[in-house]
């Protein structure tokens, strides 16, 4: 079963500044994808960025990229001009490729705090 | 577009009475519903999938006959919680997926926070 890790509980940054977030799996699959996703104190889940697997191209969404590192199973997402709107608790996730497997799977999720 | 309605928000019951939340899509039809529960501070579990008229598929240690997944259209999917205890107070989530050529991919009801006195 494919399982997704993300090693840091909580993590904080200055407003303006860069954060790293990060977030290994594990899988033998050779397709999938992968998600980050953002639960603000609302806890509406909203998506940040995806990555397919086969894409080499790291995706990026304005102020939001990832290093996807598929040898080493490594996908992290960097936030840049961090704003205080960017507090919230991450996840990232994993899907299959295979047909039949739609679920995703999560990691355990990093607090972010945004400091003014 | 790929609009979610969960209702209610939220919900406080009995201890033994039943509860039954629902999630409807508004502005697209969706195949699979994935049902998640997340408890104060942790990630979100997924407790059970289900495709429009079929039976739902349940996690492993989820238990089906208290958790009742109901998809009887591509719109709409109900979970109900029956005689409910005070240790399944939590927030549940609803997701209806459309499927990845749609376009619409996985979407996210704005979730259920349920309180069982």
């Known amino acids: 079963a494919q399982t997704v890790t993300q090693s840091q509980p909580e993590m904080s940054v200055q407003e303006a500044e860069t954060v790293t977030l990060s977030c290994t799996y594990d899988t033998s699959e050779s397709d999938y994808y992968l998600f980050w996703y953002k639960q603000p104190p609302s806890r509406q889940m909203i998506l940040v960025i995806r990555?397919?697997?086969?894409?080499?191209q790291n995706a990026t969404e304005n102020r939001f990229s990832v290093n996807f590192q598929k040898a080493a199973k490594s996908f992290s997402l960097k936030i840049s001009d961090s704003q205080l709107g960017d507090a919230a608790m991450y996840f990232c996730a994993y899907r299959s490729a295979q047909g039949g497997s739609e679920k995703l799977v999560f990691g355990k999720g990093t607090k972010l705090t945004v400091n003014p | 577009g790929a609009v979610v309605s969960q209702h209610p928000s939220r919900v406080i019951c009995k201890s033994g009475t039943s509860v039954k939340i629902e999630c409807r899509s508004l502005d697209f039809q969706a195949t699979t519903m994935f049902w998640y529960r997340q408890f104060p501070k942790q990630s979100l579990m997924l407790m059970a999938t289900?495709?429009?008229?079929?039976?739902?598929?349940?996690e492993q240690g989820v238990e089906k006959d208290k958790f009742l997944i109901n998809h009887a259209s591509l719109t709409l999917s109900t979970l109900t919680v029956t005689s409910a205890h005070p240790e399944d107070s939590s927030f549940y989530i609803c997701s209806p997926y459309a499927g990845g050529g749609t376009g619409v991919g996985y979407t996210f009801g704005s979730g259920t926070r349920l309180t069982v006195v």
């Open positions: 990555q397919e697997a086969y894409k080499q």
């Open positions: 289900s495709n429009e008229g079929s039976k739902a598929t349940y």
